[in-house]
Structure formats: C-alpha cells, structure tokens
C-alpha cells in the first residue's frame, strides 16, 4: 500500500469497515507512514468529536404524543391486502379460479418498467409541460409520440401539475404529474407495452380489471393495461388508497376516449 | 403466501417500530434544519412505515428501514425546496474544488487542526453542519451519528455503497472547513496568513494552511482558476 492508495482506505479503516486482508494491510501502511497515520487519527478524533457535539436531542413530549395519536387513528391492521369486499361481486368458477392463482401468485421480480417508474417518481426532473388542465397536456403529447395520451382526470381525487416525455426501454412514454386532493404527489406513466408481459410482486383483480402492485420503500406502484396501452402510477399513497385511484382513472363501461 | 400469512399487528409495529422514534427525530432535525419540519417528516415517515409495516421482514434491521422510509419522504417533500440554495454550494463543493480548498498538509496545519479539535463549540458543530449541502449531510449523519454502515447508508440514501464513501468524505471535510473558517471568524485559532494566491498541486499539499472560506471565494472570483 502506497500512500495515496492508503489515503482512501483510511475513512474506511477509521469507519471500521475494513477487515481480513484489507485491514491489515492498511494496518501495516499507518505503522510505518508517519503522514496517514496522523490523518488516520485526526479523522477518528474529528468524528468522536463531531458526535460529541451532536448529542441526540429527545423526542419533544408533544411530538411522542402526537405519533400515538397518529397510530391510534391508523386502523387496525396494516395495509389490507386481499380483502373481500374488492373481489368481484360473484365471480363464476373459472374466473375464481384464475383470480385466486393471482392472489396467491407472488413473483420475486418486478419488470423494468416499475423500477423506472420509482425512480423518475423520486428524482423529479423539470416538466417539459406545466398547467393544471389535464387536456392541454394530453394534447401537447400529440406527434411526439406514436400512440395517443390521455391524461386521466382520476374523477376529481387529483389534479395535473404537468408532463415530460421519457424513456422506456428503447421508446418513448409520457409521464405525467398530478397531485392528489391529500396533497400526495402522484405520478402516471404512460407507455407502449407491445406485447410484453409486466412482471410486479403483487396482483389484484378489481372488478374484473388485473392490477399489479409494486413498490419501493414509501412509495407504491400500480400498473394495468387500458386499451393496448401501460400505465404505471406511482405515489407515496398505500396501496388501498392507490387502488381506489386507479379505479376512478378507469373510463366508465362502455364509453368512448376520443382519439 | 399472503392469503394466509398472519399480519402482523399494531402491537408488533409499536414494539419494533416506536424506540427508534427519537433517533428518527434527531435526523430529521438536522436533516430539515427546522424542528416543525423535522415533527411533521417523522409523523409522516411513522404513518407509512406503518402502512407498509407488511413489507417490513421481521428480524431484519428495523431502524435502517425506517431510516429508508424517512430519507424518502424527506426527498419527496424537500427536495426540491432545497435545490436552489444548494445549486452554489454544490458547485463549490465539487471534487477538485474541496480537495483545493481543503488540502491541509500533514505536518503544517497540525496545530491548527489540534487546535480546532479542542475548542470546538457545539453550536459552531451544529451551524457546520446545517450548512453541508444536503446529500454530503445525510451521509454524516448517518455514519458519524447514528452510526450505520456504508452498506446500510447505501441502502437509506439508495446510492452504491462508493458514492457514500465519497459523500462522506466530502461531507466531512466541508465540515471541517466551515469550522476551520468559524474558528478564524472567532479568533479561536489565529487566521494566518491567507492561503497562497496561486498554488500549484504539490505546494497546495505542502503548504496550506487554515483555509478562510471568504478569501477561497474571493480568489476564485479574481482568478477564476479552477484547476
């Protein structure tokens, strides 16, 4: 080890990250190089130091009480998945059949798709179009992509904040932001899915309709197909709250979606 | 499989979830700045570990979780507040620049830097650290207060366990310019003569000294060298 390969080693020797071979090998660079050595302990004296002057400050009584409150008014089971009231009113046996292979169906993987969904959901890059009417927005993606937006009005419990195109694989989506009536963030993504199939740990049938749920920590995802086209919706809403979203983009039976 | 996976209850939540409330609040507050902030980041960060408490594995590292779930929701929400201020210091703080603006030499800021290790004031360390641009901050706060690993920190903040290391390094030593620059400003430590006017990279190394922040600023406006 020279120096100035010690020099990145010694964080990770002071953060006690280091072990075997690599941490002797720093080891016997700090007993016979006078320089890192030094640096080697006024990093471990500045961080001892930083923390003792950063003690942890206690938890305000008014904030502990306020989370009780919080939990108390949270209902009682976490995240109700799978409840019956969301199946379908009677389901015919076949349609049963296949439903519950989709209940119990829990795959490790979830498709690209998802995970980029997620990631442009937290990075928030600038909008390539801003405005609150969900038309104009929907229009402005007009002969910029090869197939037609629609941005979904989610019957009132969200508004549009704006749009930008981007990648999916190879081609091109839209995604647009919204923003729920609770003030959740709301993120729709729509895309060309050909004919592959979308893989997310969970599935739901709502009213007929397959729904796949995934989701990073905080925030959870929900894909469905309408029409040949993907929509991926991201937020930091539960999935309960996600779903009775996602029922309200879909286009009342029957009706029309103008080009 | 879900259908009959047993739930795990409130009770559960609570008695995994609720001793790392006041360590979340600590982060929090240095991550806001600002303790209603700080208050309504933890409820909130609270509410959806609990909705997705579910996707909680038992056994595994509940704190980091929560820590996940809470550097989350602080992206989300303050983020983009944030990205303005930050824009100037980001640009200062790239890689050349701190390693310019702070290379101490080994022997030659010795007594400064032993000198600022004893008389550092903890209003000075908590102001230090409220001006480090937020991603380098998270970093420190994590690793030098609450103790994670960089694999755990990677995790949290969601970056390869690489882009931690160099985050926390720059993190620190931001830090512990800004002290260096408050304790001159105090005459904790004497402000020495200002760091060389042109300084090549093996003088830089041999010669520096305490480094004033305001005169750094200063000789990068005139000199516009950015080497």
């Given at each position: 080890?020279n120096?100035?390969?010690?020099?990145?080693s010694?964080q990770?020797?002071?953060?006690?990250?280091?072990a075997?071979?690599?941490?002797?090998?720093?080891?016997?660079?700090l007993?016979?190089?006078?320089?890192?050595?030094?640096?080697c302990?006024?990093?471990?004296r500045?961080?001892?130091?930083?923390?003792?002057?950063?003690?942890?400050?206690?938890?305000?009584?008014?904030?502990?009480?306020?989370?009780?409150?919080?939990?108390?008014?949270?209902?009682?089971?976490?995240?109700?998945?799978?409840?019956l009231p969301?199946?379908?009113?009677?389901?015919?046996?076949?349609?049963?059949a296949v439903?519950?292979?989709?209940?119990?169906?829990?795959?490790r993987?979830?498709?690209?798709?998802?995970?980029?969904?997620q990631?442009?959901?937290?990075?928030e890059m600038?909008?390539?179009i801003?405005?609150?009417?969900?038309?104009?927005?929907?229009?402005?993606?007009r002969?910029?992509?090869?197939?037609?937006?629609?941005?979904?009005?989610?019957?009132?419990?969200?508004?549009?904040?704006?749009?930008?195109?981007?990648?999916?694989?190879e081609?091109?989506g839209?995604?647009l932001?919204?923003?729920?009536?609770?003030?959740?963030?709301?993120?729709?993504?729509?895309?060309?899915?050909r004919?592959e199939?979308?893989?997310a740990?969970h599935?739901?049938m709502?009213n007929?309709?397959?729904?796949?749920?995934?989701g990073?920590?905080?925030?959870?995802t929900?894909?469905?197909?309408?029409?040949?086209?993907?929509y991926?919706?991201?937020?930091?809403?539960?999935?309960d709250a996600?779903?009775?979203?996602?029922?309200?983009s879909?286009?009342?039976?029957?009706?029309?979606?103008?080009? | 499989?879900p259908?009959?996976?047993?739930r795990?209850?409130?009770?559960?939540?609570?008695r995994?979830?609720?001793?790392h409330?006041?360590?979340?609040?600590?982060?929090?507050?240095?991550?806001?700045?600002?303790e209603?902030?700080?208050?309504?980041?933890?409820?909130?960060?609270?509410?959806?570990?609990?909705?997705?408490?579910?996707?909680?594995?038992?056994?595994t590292?509940?704190?980091?979780?929560?820590?996940?779930?809470?550097?989350?929701?602080?992206?989300?929400?303050?983020?983009e507040r944030?990205?303005?201020?930050?824009?100037?210091?980001e640009?200062?703080?790239?890689?050349?620049?701190?390693?310019?603006?702070?290379?101490?030499s080994?022997?030659?800021?010795?007594?400064?830097?032993?000198?600022?290790?004893g008389?550092m004031?903890s209003a000075?360390?908590?102001?230090?650290?409220?001006?480090?641009?937020?991603?380098?901050?998270?970093?420190?706060?994590?690793?030098?207060?609450?103790?994670?690993?960089?694999?755990?920190?990677?995790?949290?903040?969601?970056?390869?366990?690489?882009?931690?290391?160099?985050?926390?390094?720059r993190?620190?030593k931001?830090?512990?310019?800004l002290?260096?620059?408050?304790?001159?400003?105090?005459?904790?430590?004497?402000a020495?003569?200002?760091?060389?006017?042109?300084?090549?990279?093996?003088?830089?190394?041999?010669?520096?000294?305490?480094?004033?922040m305001?005169?750094?600023?200063?000789?990068?406006?005139?000199?516009?060298?950015?080497?």
């Open positions: 080890v120096c100035a390969e010690a020099t990145s010694v990770a020797y002071v953060d006690g990250e280091l075997g071979i690599d941490r002797e090998r720093i080891q016997r660079h007993g016979a190089c006078e320089v890192c050595a030094r640096s302990l006024l990093l471990g500045f961080k001892a130091a930083v923390r003792a002057h950063l003690p942890r400050p206690p938890l305000p009584a008014d904030l502990r009480q306020r989370l009780r409150q919080v939990l108390d008014g949270a209902g009682a089971a976490p995240r109700r998945r799978w409840t969301s199946y379908p009113r009677l389901v015919p046996a076949a349609v049963a439903l519950l292979l989709g209940i119990t169906f829990k795959a993987t979830q498709s690209q798709v998802l995970g980029q969904a990631r442009t959901y937290q990075t600038p909008m390539d801003v405005g609150s009417d969900c038309g104009s927005i929907s229009s402005w993606f002969g910029r992509l090869d197939f037609p937006v629609h941005a979904p009005a989610f019957a009132g419990q969200a508004s549009c904040k704006g749009g930008r195109l981007v990648n999916v694989g081609r091109m839209a995604y932001v919204y923003q729920s009536s609770g003030g959740h963030r709301v993120a729709l993504l729509v895309f060309d899915p004919d199939s979308i893989e740990p599935r739901r709502v007929g309709r397959e729904i796949l749920f995934g990073g920590p905080g925030i959870s929900a894909v469905y197909r309408d029409r040949g086209l993907g991926v919706v991201t937020s930091d809403l539960d999935e996600l779903t009775r979203l996602v029922m309200a879909f286009h009342p039976a029957g009706a029309a979606s103008a080009p | 499989m259908l009959f996976k047993s795990p209850s409130k009770a559960d939540f609570e995994e979830a609720m001793p409330m006041s360590a979340l609040y600590a982060a929090a507050l240095r991550m806001t700045r600002n209603r902030d700080a208050e309504d980041l933890v409820q909130d960060a609270l509410l959806r570990a609990y909705r997705f408490f579910d996707s909680f594995e038992a056994g590292n509940c704190k980091a979780w929560l820590f996940r779930i809470l550097t989350n929701a602080f992206c989300n929400r303050y983020r944030e990205r303005e201020q930050e824009v100037m210091s640009a200062e703080s790239s890689d050349a620049n701190v390693e310019q603006f702070l290379a101490g080994p022997t030659s800021g010795r007594d400064a830097e032993n000198a600022l290790l008389r004031v000075d360390v908590e102001r230090a650290l409220a001006a480090v641009p937020q991603d380098f901050r998270m970093a420190v706060i994590l690793a030098d207060l609450e103790d994670f690993s960089y694999k755990e920190i990677a995790e949290i903040m969601e970056c390869p366990a690489g882009t931690v290391m160099s985050r926390l390094y993190g620190r931001i830090l512990q310019g002290l260096h620059k408050y304790a001159i400003e105090q005459g904790i430590i004497p020495s003569h200002p760091a060389p006017e042109v300084d090549t990279k093996a003088d830089a190394r041999a010669s520096a000294e305490p480094v004033d305001a005169a750094y600023r200063r000789r990068r406006q005139a000199g516009g060298e950015s080497s």
